[in-house]
Each structure stands twice: as C-alpha cells, then as structure tokens.
C-alpha cells in the first residue's frame, strides 16, 4: 500500500482535480510505503470514462529508486573529488557565486576565501609512493573538514590545492583564528605507512570577497597569496591589490627583456 505523505497532500489534490477535469497527469513524486520510507515514484493519472462523464480515476505507479539513486551517484561524482569526497572545483565555484552574492546583500558581515597547498607533497609521493601521498590528502581532507562550520566549504580543487570558503563571521580576527588554527592543525604530523610525516602548509587568504565581480578573481587572489607564502616561508598570507600589481609588472617585465634578448 502507498500512502501519500502530509507534505505532498496539497499536490496530490491539485492533481486529483486536474484529472476529474478531464487530463490525463505523468509526473514524478513520492509516496509512503506502509514500513514508513518515502519511494520515489513515476505517477500516471488518467480519468475513468462513463459516456460524458467522469466516474473515478486510475493511478499507475512505479517505483524509481533505482534510477534515482543512479542520477544521486552520477551528480555527486560530477561535483566531488573521488578521493576525498570533498566538493571538487566545479562545485566549489558556483558556491563561492553563491556567496559572493550574499556578501553584497550583507556587507556587515565577512566573507573569505582560503587557499591551501601543502609544502612537501612531492617529496613524499616521490619517496613513500602515490598510495601515501593519496592518504596524506585524504587525511588533510578530515582535518581541515574539523575546523570549519556546517556553513562553509572545504574543496579539494586538484592536486594537493585545497580551498574554502568561510561564511559570515563578524570580525576579522575570527579569520585569522581559524586560518591559525588549520595551519596548526597541517603541521602537526601525519602517520602514513608507519611514517611520521609532517607536510607543512602555506596559505593564502582573501579576507573580504564583496568587492569582486567574480570567483575567478577572488581564486585568482587567493593563489597568489598562497604562492607568496609559499615563497616567503610566512605560513598565512593576506592578500592586498599590490600583490597583484607587483605580479603583473614582473610578467611585463619579463615579456620585455624577451623581446629585448630577441633583438639581440
């Protein structure tokens, strides 16, 4: 027996009366089996016909669990890294729309990105193997999953690039203390194959992300705040717009003195 569920009473109604008025209905929906879970089912309606009139109605039902939960397993592979199980850039982009978008309607409150790559990551693929460096990340994957809030994002972007995206806090300095908190957390070690490794992390930050105009920008950023911590051996970096300025100068630069060494 199915059963319709309370929710989906108003629908069920809505349909009924579109049938008795003569339709014929297909849609997809939900029923209730008499164990009490919920089936997803492909419904057909039609009108039962007594010369001009219409004395009741036929519903045909099967079930699509199957099929739904093949789509289910299709969707998330398309948007999750099949390492970690972490949201993979794809996803990870419309959510950083997403919450640029909310930015601006709620400038009171901060918006950040991080970007994070570990330091020694080809070391240890080259000297312990490909298997432990894919269990370091998906180690680092667990950590860093801990130090946020069910409000934020943790992705694995490719490689050993991971990045998220924090969501309405108040004040800086609770960046700042969970940016801290997620390098402490990278350089205390990891048990990998009997091996204590400790990979280290530098990371990039963009602190306010309402006054982009894209996600690309504000990744674009957060990379280069990671790479310039990366550089410098500081841990955590702070993007500010001269990052990027001096990053464009060095690129004329270096197009320049091409040309120049062309021309002998």
């Known amino acids: ?30 029923r209730r089996h008499r164990n009490g879970t919920l089936i997803p089912v492909d419904m057909i ?5 007594v010369g001009q009139s219409i004395n009741g109605i036929i519903y045909i039902y099967q079930d699509i669990s199957e099929r739904k939960s093949f789509e289910e397993q299709i969707t998330h592979q398309a948007f999750h890294d099949a390492l970690t199980g972490l949201p993979n850039r794809s996803l990870f982009g419309e959510r950083l729309q997403r919450a640029l ?4 309607r709620r400038p009171e409150l901060y918006y950040a990105v991080l970007m994070i790559d570990l330091n020694k990551f080809k070391a240890i693929n080259d000297s312990l193997g490909h298997p432990a460096g894919d269990q370091l990340l998906i180690e680092v994957a667990k950590r860093l999953s801990v130090c946020v809030r069910s409000v934020d994002t943790v992705a694995r972007l490719g490689g050993d690039e991971f990045a998220i995206i924090l969501e309405e806090f108040t004040a800086r300095k609770e960046l700042l ?12 070690p990891f048990s990998l194959y009997g091996n204590d490794i400790t990979p280290g992390a530098s990371i990039g930050i963009v602190p306010k992300i309402a006054d982009y105009t894209s996600a690309e920008e504000i990744l674009r950023d957060a990379d280069i705040a990671m790479y ?11 993007f500010d717009t001269r990052m990027h300025q001096e990053l464009v100068e060095a690129i004329s630069l ?6 120049v060494l062309a021309h002998d």
């Open 1 to 30: 027996a199915l059963i319709v569920p309370e929710e989906l009473l108003v629908e069920c109604e809505n349909l009924r009366n579109a049938i008795l008025d003569g339709e014929t209905v297909q849609c997809e929906t939900q």
């Open 45 to 49: 309606g039609f009108p039962i016909r």
């Open 101 to 104: 978008e909310r930015s601006r």
């Open 177 to 188: 203390k969970a940016a801290r908190r997620m390098h402490s957390i990278l350089c205390e």
């Open 228 to 238: 310039r911590a990366k550089q410098q051996g500081k841990g955590i970096v702070l």
């Open 254 to 259: 270096e197009a320049e003195l091409r040309e």
